[in-house]
């Protein structure tokens, strides 16, 4: 199966000004927009909502932090308002891997295409 990798840009919701643009692996095994924690100050001060145990992809069991509001923008996509989590990661060579989990994906309507391996625009939203 082959990586998904979307541009994304993630801005305070309160505060424009403040905003991260990156590359960021789809996985919807996560929840949320997954965010290091080491770029959290570049959002400025966003409210801290929850604390939260969060178990990795290894079974590691590590503390991650719920903040918000944030307008999520997925390249090709309309924008959508969520939560960030931050947590502790440590950066490959070639940096930090955030992940763009399936409840944004939800609420951009946005849908995988696994055959061709791309985001596409779902159809309709789904409630059920």
């Known amino acids: 199966m082959g990586r998904i990798i979307s541009p994304v840009t993630i801005t ?11 590359d960021a692996l789809v996985d919807t095994g996560a929840a949320h927009m997954v965010l290091p924690t ?5 959002l400025g001060d966003l409210e801290l909502l929850e ?8 079974q590691e ?27 502790e990661m440590h950066p490959a060579a070639h940096g ?4 763009i989990g399936y409840i944004v994906l939800e609420q951009a309507q946005i849908a995988v295409d696994m055959v061709g391996h ?11």
Not at 12 to 22: E, G, M, R, V, Y
Not at 38 to 42: E, H
């Open 118 to 128: 791309r985001l596409i625009q779902a159809g309709k939203v789904d409630l059920k």
């Open 96 to 99: 930090y891997e955030p992940l």
């Open 38 to 42: 080491a770029w959290k100050d570049r």
């Open 12 to 22: 305070n919701a309160a505060d424009p000004s403040k905003s991260i643009h990156c």
């Open 61 to 87: 069991t590590v503390p991650g932090e719920l903040r918000g509001p944030v307008r999520i923008q997925l390249e090709g996509f309309r924008a959508t308002f969520s939560v960030a989590l931050f947590i």
């Open 51 to 58: 604390t939260v145990q969060v178990e990795t992809a290894t």
